[in-house]
């Protein structure tokens, strides 16, 4: 247990659904991230929300949108996706500035139909 | 952005030693760090360089050249827990954006 917990862990979808990814740390961090984890790929930085900023990826589609309500909780929105969006989805999270090493969720993988 | 280049996959014999090397090209350096992965599970940190030198850290180990953009983590007296894939990434000097690379599988057998 790394202190960061993701739900759902398994989440089916059909490209016209709607669904949420949910993630919570409990480390008191102040900076959170959303990974995109695909066979063979390298991990991609998705979004971070942190005391400082929010950074996005300008390669994301805006199909995936997210929301972070407060320094504890961060949320990935899924809209209308594809099947080549099915991948490991990670939610990590870090003491920002101070902190050297993130932290992992076990992960959402996602299978789009 | 960057460019994090890294064997795919390793090899080696229980009690042996290995090195993974990673090399990386980048805008703004401000760290690198090495993570394990295994099958189905989530990163967990192993350990980190932001000044040129040896980090020891038990059975693991990580060098950097920051002017030669290279960086290696050393496992000694390998273990069959150790196979797993092992992920070198980079922080840009904005402190929160990594990017990693594609990871390197090491098969350790008896």
């Known amino acids: 247990e790394t202190g960061v917990t993701q739900t759902p862990r398994h989440l089916v979808m059909g490209m016209t659904n709607k669904k949420s990814l949910k993630c919570e740390q409990h480390?008191?961090?102040?900076?959170m991230y959303w990974y995109k984890q695909s066979a063979k790929k390298p991990l991609e930085l998705m979004f971070v929300?942190?005391?400082?900023?929010?950074?996005e990826n300008n390669s994301v589609p805006s199909r995936f949108s997210p929301e972070c309500p407060n320094s504890s909780h961060l949320f990935l929105h899924l809209h209308t996706l594809q099947p080549e969006d099915s991948a490991l989805y990670l939610c990590?999270?870090?003491?920002?500035?101070?902190?050297?090493?993130?932290?992992f969720g076990p992960g959402t993988r996602l299978t789009v139909l | 952005g960057q460019n994090i280049d890294q064997p795919t996959e390793m090899t080696a014999t229980e009690g042996a030693i290995v090195q993974i090397n990673c090399t990386y090209q980048?805008?703004?350096?401000?760290?690198l760090f090495w993570y394990q992965q295994h099958a189905g599970e989530a990163p967990t940190f192993l350990s980190y360089?932001?000044?040129?030198g040896l980090e020891e850290k038990g059975r693991f180990s990580s060098f950097l050249s920051r002017s030669k953009g290279y960086s290696y983590l050393l496992l000694k007296e390998l273990q069959m827990k150790d196979s797993a894939s092992y992920l070198c990434?980079?922080?840009?000097?904005?402190?929160?954006?990594?990017?990693f690379g594609s990871g390197t599988k090491l098969n350790v057998k008896p």
């Open positions: 990590a999270s870090s003491q920002g500035r101070r902190g050297n090493e993130q932290f």
């Open positions: 480390l008191g961090h102040n900076a």
């Open positions: 929300y942190s005391l400082e900023e929010r950074v």
């Open positions: 980048t805008s703004g350096f401000n760290g």
């Open positions: 360089n932001v000044l040129d």
């Open positions: 990434a980079v922080r840009e000097r904005n402190f929160n954006k990594f990017y």
